[in-house]
């Protein structure tokens, strides 16, 4: 969930100076690829298990990694982007939070836990980011996004 948060920052952080439908949208499709996916888990969590917080590897079912690769694949994204082209003529703006999403967890998920699948369905390949429990990189990253925060906001 702290990623999840890290993520409407993020995309506050990038879309702050567009007109606040723009931001708020921004910040769903910045956090949609989580939502659709982790989120969905743990609300199954709670209702079936009755627990929350950091799952044993073991104990996910395979269509949260299913739905995982899914939302966290910038083919998927491209797909998806070239669809609303074509009912469009344009891809919003805000569209874009998604592929910014995927890029920001690309390095900051390590292939121990959470590897992000972006080239799903065409490799299983995954980058050896750094993992949010490293404690100097969660404090480092956090800092930097409230400091940029801070900035926006004076």
Same mark, same amino acid.
């Given at each position: 969930?702290?990623?999840? !948060?890290?993520? @409407?920052?993020?995309?506050?952080? +990038?879309?702050? *100076?567009?007109? %606040?439908?723009?931001?708020?949208?921004?910040?769903?499709? &910045?956090? #949609?690829?989580? #939502? !659709?996916?982790? $989120?969905?888990?743990? +609300?199954?969590?709670?209702?079936?298990? &009755?627990? #929350?917080?950091? /799952?044993?590897? =073991?104990?996910?079912? =395979?269509?949260?990694? *299913?739905?995982?690769?899914? $939302?966290?694949?910038?083919?998927?994204?491209?797909?998806?982007?070239?669809?609303?082209? @074509?009912?469009? &003529?344009?891809?919003?703006?805000?569209?874009? @939070?998604? /592929? !910014?999403?995927?890029?920001?967890?690309? /390095?900051?998920?390590?292939? =121990?836990?959470?590897? $992000?699948?972006?080239?799903?369905?065409?490799?299983?390949?995954?980058?050896? &980011?750094? %993992?949010? %429990?490293?404690?100097?990189?969660?404090?480092?990253?956090?800092?930097?996004?409230?400091?940029?925060?801070?900035?926006? !906001?004076?």
């Amino acid at each position: 969930m702290v990623d999840t !948060l890290a993520h @409407a920052v993020i995309s506050f952080i +990038f879309y702050h *100076s567009f007109p %606040s439908k723009t931001v708020w949208l921004a910040i769903l499709f &910045g956090i #949609l690829p989580d #939502l !659709l996916s982790w $989120t969905i888990f743990a +609300f199954y969590n709670i209702f079936t298990r &009755g627990k #929350l917080g950091q /799952p044993n590897l =073991k104990e996910i079912p =395979k269509w949260v990694y *299913s739905l995982y690769n899914y $939302t966290h694949s910038l083919f998927v994204f491209l797909l998806i982007a070239f669809f609303v082209y @074509a009912l469009n &003529g344009e891809i919003p703006i805000y569209l874009w @939070a998604w /592929p !910014l999403h995927i890029l920001i967890d690309i /390095p900051t998920h390590s292939r =121990k836990f959470l590897p $992000t699948p972006f080239l799903w369905p065409f490799s299983d390949w995954k980058f050896p &980011g750094i %993992s949010w %429990s490293v404690r100097w990189f969660f404090i480092s990253y956090w800092v930097v996004l409230i400091v940029s925060l801070l900035f926006i !906001l004076w």
